[in-house]
């Protein structure tokens, strides 16, 4: 979907490094959401906000934070990265709580 | 019990046949029905919604909910090799507003 946009698409990083994710939506769209996706485990849901500066936790929350400061953009920050990180990591966004969402490209990350 | 379940396949179904995918889902408050269609190494894309009972068409897509038995299905027709993919059901419960995905069925269709 073009309105949403990951950056990086690909990064690598050490055990023990904070990252940042970015996801940037030009689609005003007010709920947004940051999913990883495993192998075997399908998409799973860390954190999501249903407004500027209101966010709650997913299902995997732990070692992970979110920011959402302005209704565009939506940071997921891995405070200290470890290996069980390494994913592939996907923003969505959708209009309201029951709409279907509109998923990024995607950003593969992996933790050495 | 996982609150939302598929089978994992591969589901092989030939060239012009029926594909009949199939979700459960356990939070009995449910209200929308999402199936999605990812590539691999893409990103999800939703190809139908379903918010009540019944049958839903779209091209040769039909999404089939049925709140009582807490089953939701795609059926895709005359089923073509670029439909190989894995099929995502989701689900949305009115007591949340997280949607909650299957982990997916991965459909192989030969010529």
């Known amino acids: 979907d073009a309105g949403i946009t990951q950056s990086p698409r690909h990064k690598v990083t050490e055990t023990g490094t904070p990252v940042t994710l970015r996801c940037h939506q030009t689609e005003n769209h007010r709920y947004m959401y940051w999913y990883r996706q495993d192998p075997g485990h399908g998409l799973r849901l860390i954190h999501y906000s249903y407004g500027v500066k209101d966010t709650d936790k997913g299902e995997v929350s732990d070692g992970y934070s979110v920011s959402r400061s302005k209704t565009e953009d939506f940071l997921l920050t891995l405070e200290s990265a470890t290996s069980s990180q390494t994913s592939v990591y996907f923003c969505?966004?959708?209009?309201?709580?029951?709409?279907?969402?509109?998923f990024g490209n995607g950003t593969r990350l992996t933790v050495t | 019990q996982k609150e939302v379940e598929q089978n994992s396949g591969p589901l092989s179904v030939p060239e012009g046949a029926i594909a009949s995918l199939n979700c459960t889902y356990s939070d009995r408050v449910s209200q929308s029905f999402f199936w999605y269609r990812q590539y691999s190494g893409k990103s999800p894309e939703l190809i139908m919604s379903i918010y009540s009972n019944g049958d839903k068409e779209d091209g040769r897509f039909t999404a089939q909910l049925n709140k009582a038995s807490q089953y939701v299905s795609l059926l895709i027709r005359d089923s073509q090799p670029s439909d190989s993919a894995t099929y995502l059901c989701?689900?949305?419960?009115?007591?949340?507003?997280?949607?909650?995905f299957g982990t997916g069925t991965r459909l192989q269709v030969f010529p």
């Open positions: 969505a966004g959708a209009s309201s709580y029951n709409s279907p969402l509109h």
């Open positions: 989701a689900v949305n419960s009115e007591n949340t507003d997280k949607l909650i």
